[in-house]
């Protein structure tokens, strides 16, 4: 090993911690140039720096020479990969290979997805399926200089914010590159150098794919304006990974913020509406990795929107995401939730015997027959005796009641001022019958409905869901003075 390759690995490695002292690292090895490379280069360094090393093929099944492929792995692994006796006596075992098969082309068509995008699922997932199954702490891939050079190029034609343009980072996770900044040209003459074999994969030479007419007409015509632009890219892209990585430090204080409840992550509006646009950009995607758990899956103009909507002067709103995460602005939050609110819920008879709870309803609603008490039971309101059915249903247009020691209001102008979130509305059930409404949960009855001490009554308490008892415990602060004014403890 050349001392300037090493410097290159070690540099690398030690800056990000990719190979340390006891590890275990999972090596992926197509069985082309760069992989070849990097496993022999670990294989060399494995004693030099203390770290058990494992190999890893994965046979994709989309070409028919590609169980041949899998075979030369296993060859080169025997010959070039074996045990090994250090100059102080350490003896270090042959390097083990794993090999998983998958038939990509059938799981593309299952899934009604691309080739590309299928196999690199497919691949990864088995590398992290090994890696937890060998004890692998790290998951070495061969991505060269001219894969980040291309991968930037891709991402400036496509457009993309500094994260993007910053290209392949050196490690994500338990992922790791060891050979961003080694050059294919350096690759190349390391294997002419030793006569290490290699495999040509004949699908790096068609140029229907995006990746390679990059790097076979692009970076060429680059080149002829600067000869050392793949060099200089490697530079440049860790000059935009130290901006990146910066920024994403002074966005990261913004998860701290975040609060579960049971309707999914809410977040202070103002965490991101009082940020420069920069940071609250980063912020939201952040926040969607999170949500996401590490897949944030958006486009800038995504994350644009979210923080549009936490600067919005509206109290509602939202945005819709990919993969059914919706955004919802709420009065001063924004709430992150993947599940799907049923907008209403059906009319339903109210049992005057026990619970009733619709499906979807925020409220269910307890009934008793009793006599009305001169002292009432807390959370319990005594009502006439119901000479007609009664029904618990959405709210309509001119709903209205006299709640207790209060006036008559619409229910609208109720949900509005005590600040029930708009996409929970139609869920808050009114109980009504022919002669008008009954009683709004959470709210209480009207009050032409209560009974008088001594009379015979049914009995009504109001059972909340989950994902609105913290606005029912708000409300009856709230409204706490009313009904003690009037006689009722709720």
């Known amino acids: 090993m050349s001392t300037s390759d090493f410097s290159q690995l070690n540099t690398l490695a030690q800056e990000y911690g990719m190979l340390l002292p ?36 994965y046979d994709h099944q989309l070409r028919p020479s590609s169980g041949e492929d899998a075979a030369f792995v296993a060859r080169f692994v025997e ?37 590309e995008e299928t196999a690199r699922e497919m691949r990864y997932a088995f ?29 400036l034609i496509r457009g993309s914010g500094l994260g993007g343009l910053s290209g392949i980072p050196p490690r994500r996770g338990n992922l790791i590159r060891p050979m961003l900044t080694t050059t294919r040209e350096t690759v190349e003459a390391y294997l002419n150098l030793y006569g290490i074999p290699h495999v040509e994969d004949e699908s790096n030479a068609d140029d229907t794919y995006a990746r390679n007419r990059v790097r076979h007409q692009l970076i060429p015509l680059l080149e002829d304006y600067n000869p050392g632009f793949v060099s200089r890219m490697i530079h440049t892209a860790a000059v935009l990974r130290a901006d990146h990585d910066y920024l994403n430090a002074r966005s990261y204080p913004v998860l701290q913020r975040i609060r579960e409840t049971p309707e999914g992550l809410l977040l202070p509006a103002g965490a991101l ?38 600067r919005s002067p509206h109290p509602s709103g939202c945005v819709d995401l990919p993969g059914g995460l919706t955004v919802r602005r709420v ?23 026990g619970d009733t709870w619709p499906e979807g309803s925020l409220f269910g609603i307890r009934c008793r027959s009793c006599l009305c008490p001169e002292q009432p039971q807390p959370g319990v309101w005594y009502l006439k005796l119901f000479d007609r059915p009664v029904f618990l249903r959405p709210r309509q247009t001119g709903d209205a009641l006299c709640l207790p020691g209060g006036r008559t209001r619409t229910v609208k102008k109720l949900l509005i001022d005590h600040r029930l979130p708009r996409h929970l509305r139609q869920r808050l059930p009114v109980l009504a019958d022919e002669g008008g409404i ?53």
Not at 462 to 475: I, K
Request: neutral net charge; glycine residues 8%.
């Open 22 to 57: 006891g590890s275990t690292v999972l090596c992926a090895v197509s069985g082309g140039a760069d992989s070849i490379y990097l496993l022999h280069r670990l294989t060399l360094l494995r004693g030099l720096l203390d770290f058990r090393l494992v190999a890893a093929h």
């Open 79 to 115: 010959q070039w990969c074996g045990k090994e006796v250090y100059d102080h006596g350490k003896e270090l075992p042959p390097v083990p290979l794993i090999v998983g098969r998958g038939d990509v082309r059938a799981a593309a068509q299952a899934k009604k997805a691309g080739i």
């Open 127 to 155: 590398l992290q399926e090994t890696a937890q199954r060998v004890g692998a702490d790290v998951i070495a891939t061969a991505h060269t200089a001219d894969d980040n050079a291309e991968t930037m190029l891709l991402h």
């Open 273 to 310: 509406a009082d940020l420069p646009q920069a940071l609250a950009v980063r912020s939201a995607r952040l926040v969607l990795q999170k949500v996401r758990g590490g897949d944030s899956s958006c486009t800038s103009r995504h994350l644009e929107s979210i923080v549009d909507l936490a």
């Open 331 to 353: 009065y001063q939050n924004l709430l992150f939730t993947f599940s799907p609110f049923p907008h209403t819920f059906s009319p339903t008879l109210l049992q005057t015997e």
């Open 438 to 490: 009954v009683a709004l949960a959470g709210f209480g009855p009207d009050q032409a409905r209560l009974a008088q001490p001594g009379q015979p009554a049914v009995s009504l308490a109001f059972l909340p869901g989950a994902e609105v008892l913290p606005w029912y415990d708000e409300l009856k602060k709230e409204r706490k003075a009313d009904y003690e004014a009037f006689g009722t403890r709720h």
